[in-house]
């Protein structure tokens, strides 16, 4: 929101307000849409591919966004950018959460907001710094910036495995084996190891089962009931 106000195409319309408005509230839009469709997609593709998917819509979203001088390919661009935020929050909890030692765990996913607050911070000095330039680049520059972490994130993602729980559910034991040794690879015994993933086939196992047995809806139950005071 910040970023754009600062197009100075923009600064002549009259509807400048209205735009502004729906340059905030798209994005949101394509945050809720993604992370409604993040689990399908996770579902069938899995975790590392979402987190490529992510990269790939936010080159493509920031790259519309520094080019176009048009309010209406702008809101598309917020609309990419909206959903590959959304996926890139889901993904990175999701895939974090599984393949963290469990001793771990919560910590590693905690530093998420972490980071997130940091990126904030980062985010405000850029644009307080270019906020008095009278050309185009005191936007672009702001919006080039979201290229750095997805850049280095999509490269990163070349050296790791895919989740080897998601590797499970899809019958994959061999891949989520090797996934798991090349996660764990010299941080463990090998006694640790071989627990873990035991450890890991069972709750597999008891989530499939679980899986065939309950409906989509059965996450609703209870809502209204009277400990939640409706």
């Given at each position: 929101?910040?970023?754009?106000?600062?197009?100075?195409?923009?600064?002549?319309?009259?509807?400048?307000?209205?735009?502004?408005?729906?340059?905030?509230?798209?994005?949101?839009?394509?945050?809720?849409?993604?992370?409604?469709?993040?689990?399908?997609?996770?579902?069938?593709?899995?975790?590392?591919?979402?987190?490529?998917?992510?990269?790939?819509?936010?080159?493509?979203?920031?790259?519309?966004?520094?080019?176009?001088?048009?309010?209406?390919?702008?809101?598309?661009?917020?609309?990419?950018?909206?959903?590959?935020?959304?996926?890139?929050?889901?993904?990175?909890?999701?895939?974090?959460?599984?393949?963290?030692?469990?001793?771990?765990?919560?910590?590693?996913?905690?530093?998420?907001?972490?980071?997130?607050?940091?990126?904030?911070?980062?985010?405000?000095?850029?644009?307080?710094?270019?906020?008095?330039?009278?050309?185009?680049?005191?936007?672009?520059?702001?919006?080039?910036?979201?290229?750095?972490?997805?850049?280095?994130?999509?490269?990163?993602?070349?050296?790791?495995?895919?989740?080897?729980?998601?590797?499970?559910?899809?019958?994959?034991?061999?891949?989520?084996?090797?996934?798991?040794?090349?996660?764990?690879?010299?941080?463990?015994?090998?006694?640790?190891?071989?627990?873990?993933?035991?450890?890991?086939?069972?709750?597999?196992?008891?989530?499939?089962?679980?899986?065939?047995?309950l409906p989509f809806m059965d996450m609703?139950?209870?809502?209204?009931s009277p400990a939640f005071g409706l």
């Open positions: 929101m910040y970023v754009l106000n600062h197009l100075h195409v923009l600064l002549s319309d009259p509807r400048q307000s209205t735009v502004q408005r729906l340059i905030s509230s798209l994005l949101t839009l394509g945050s809720f849409v993604s992370s409604l469709s993040a689990g399908y997609f996770a579902g069938f593709f899995g975790r590392r591919q979402g987190l490529w998917v992510a990269c790939a819509l936010n080159a493509i979203a920031c790259g519309i966004q520094i080019g176009t001088d048009s309010a209406g390919v702008l809101y598309l661009g917020r609309v990419l950018l909206g959903f590959a935020n959304g996926f890139l929050v889901t993904f990175s909890n999701v895939y974090t959460s599984e393949v963290a030692p469990a001793h771990l765990r919560g910590v590693m996913t905690a530093l998420f907001a972490y980071w997130v607050q940091i990126g904030s911070i980062l985010g405000s000095v850029v644009v307080n710094s270019t906020k008095n330039r009278m050309d185009k680049l005191s936007y672009r520059i702001p919006i080039a910036c979201l290229y750095i972490v997805p850049t280095i994130l999509g490269i990163g993602l070349f050296f790791v495995p895919e989740s080897p729980r998601w590797l499970l559910h899809k019958g994959r034991n061999e891949q989520a084996r090797k996934s798991l040794e090349q996660l764990r690879r010299g941080a463990v015994t090998s006694d640790e190891l071989e627990l873990e993933w035991l450890e890991m086939n069972k709750g597999v196992e008891e989530e499939l089962k679980l899986a065939k047995s609703f139950r209870g809502i209204f």
